[in-house]
């Protein structure tokens, strides 16, 4: 008679048959490859302090140019030059930074998960051998008591 029946969760079952997908998944036409392809590397260039300090190079030499136009010219330098300009770069490195730390927490995370299923599977082997051991007891225990040499 077994005391207890292990039935592992579903998720067990779905996670041997599908890996965990990887960073990319490419299902589109030669085109759209393409174009995801330029956008990605036109963001990687763009998202670089050296390329934060080249905008803010071009920025600073129309800066004469906007101190000479007045307070509206000025104004309108810093906000839609300099600043537009400069932090799209520096935002982007700190969305690079911040993702970089997001995936190792994510890879951390799932590492932990795995670890976790291991130690229950292997608690479930261990419960499973002191559930055999019990029962052979409990069997010995409820023989009947064999007769002794002088009975």
Not at 77 to 92: G, K, N
């Given at each position: 008679?077994?005391?207890?029946?292990?039935?592992?969760?579903?998720?067990?079952?779905?996670?041997?048959?599908?890996?965990?997908?990887?960073?990319?998944?490419?299902?589109?036409?030669?085109?759209?490859?393409?174009?995801?392809?330029?956008?990605?590397?036109?963001?990687?260039?763009?998202?670089?302090?050296w390329?934060?300090?080249?905008?803010?190079?071009?920025?600073?030499?129309?800066?004469?140019?906007?101190?000479?136009?007045?307070?509206?010219?000025?104004?309108?330098?810093?906000?839609?030059?300099?600043l537009?300009?400069?932090?799209?770069?520096?935002?982007?490195?700190?969305?690079?930074?911040?993702?970089?730390?997001?995936?190792?927490?994510?890879?951390?995370?799932?590492?932990?998960?795995?670890?976790?299923?291991?130690?229950?599977?292997?608690?479930?082997?261990?419960?499973?051998?002191?559930?055999e051991?019990?029962?052979?007891?409990?069997?010995?225990?409820?023989?009947?008591?064999?007769?002794?040499?002088?009975?």
């Amino acid at each position: 008679m077994k005391v207890y029946q292990h039935k592992p969760h579903p998720q067990i079952e779905l996670r041997k048959k599908r890996a965990p997908k990887p960073k990319k998944v490419v299902k589109e036409g030669p085109v759209a490859r393409f174009n995801s392809l330029l956008g990605e590397k036109i963001t990687e260039g763009v998202g670089t302090m050296w390329c934060a300090y080249a905008f803010a190079l071009i920025a600073f030499i129309s800066l004469p140019e906007a101190i000479h136009g007045g307070t509206s010219a000025l104004i309108s330098w810093i906000a839609q030059t300099f600043l537009q300009l400069v932090l799209l770069s520096i935002i982007m490195v700190g969305q690079k930074v911040e993702g970089a730390a997001a995936d190792t927490r994510a890879d951390d995370t799932y590492k932990d998960a795995e670890a976790i299923l291991y130690e229950a599977l292997e608690i479930q082997k261990h419960l499973q051998a002191q559930d055999e051991l019990l029962q052979e007891l409990i069997d010995s225990y409820q023989a009947p008591a064999k007769p002794g040499p002088g009975a």
